[in-house]
T-cell receptor
Framework: AAGVIQSPRHLIKEKRETATLKCYPI?????VYWYQQGPGQDPQFLIS???????DKGSIPDRFSAQQFSDYHSELNMSSLELGDSALYFC????????????FGAGTRLSVL | KNEVEQSPQNLTAQEGEFITINCSYS?????LHWLQQHPGGGIVSLFM???GKKKHGRLIATINIQEKHSSLHITASHPRDSAVYIC?????????????FGKGTKLSVKP
């Protein structure tokens, strides 16, 4: 069965550069969640989207933005990267109405040098 | 105080041992997840519970809503079970499904 696909799997950037992370949810899933897990940290919720609209916002920095497209895939855009942005970024998807069940992608590991 | 507490933080076991990882939470929840994270980071969802008990292979998860407590058990542990196990809850007041994560339990199973 198709799972949540994230790309790229690994990304290396320098300070002050920009990065775009992509998430392709499970087919027919309409809700996408983004999480950030710093080294040795537990994951923290960043933002979620339902039907292309932002549905909830967590600890997402102002330098980051995200959107969900008509095919339900989502992109997390990160600008003015800082060393502290180095982390594993997870995406999860679910069906609205069955939002208890989130399916996770394998994550994108971002290293900011 | 964290809203989701796990114990122990680290656990070393011998192959074949029965393992229990505990999770306590302080918020009202509508669901609790047990997740597995291997070195390299990928997260796999093991169970989603809202009541009772679930079993999948050698893994068993239980939840007591009244006591706000859940346990993950691994029977006949194997070195391939070595991973970080994370408890995550869906806050009852969290309308859009964002999870609150525990800090994880790092399990190492020795052959």
């Amino acid at each position: 069965a198709a799972g949540v696909i994230q790309s790229p799997r690994h990304l290396i950037k320098e300070k002050r550069e920009t990065a775009t992370l992509k998430c392709y949810p499970i087919p027919r899933h309409d809700t996408v969640y983004w999480y950030q897990q710093g080294p040795g940290q537990d994951p923290q919720f960043l933002i979620s989207f339902y039907e292309k609209m932002q549905s909830d916002k967590g600890s997402i920095p102002d330098r980051f933005s995200a959107q969900q497209f008509s095919d339900y895939h989502s992109e997390l855009n990160m600008s003015s990267l800082e060393l502290g942005d180095s982390a594993l970024y997870f995406c999860a998807s679910s069906l609205q109405g069955a939002q208890n069940i989130q399916y996770f992608g394998a994550g994108t590991r971002l290293s900011v040098l | 105080k964290n809203e989701v507490e796990q114990s122990p933080q680290n656990l070393t076991a011998q192959e074949g041992e029965f393992i229990t990882i505990n999770c306590s939470y302080s918020v009202g929840i509508s669901a609790l997840h047990w997740l597995q994270q291997h070195p390299g980071g990928g997260i796999v969802s093991l169970f989603m519970l809202s009541s009772g008990k679930k079993k999948h292979g050698r893994l068993i998860a239980t939840i007591n809503i009244q006591e706000k407590h859940s346990s993950l058990h691994i029977t006949a542990s194997h070195p391939r079970d070595s991973a970080v196990y994370i408890c995550a809850v869906l806050d009852y007041g969290g309308s859009q499904g964002n999870l609150i994560f525990g800090k994880g339990t790092k399990l190492s199973v020795k052959p």
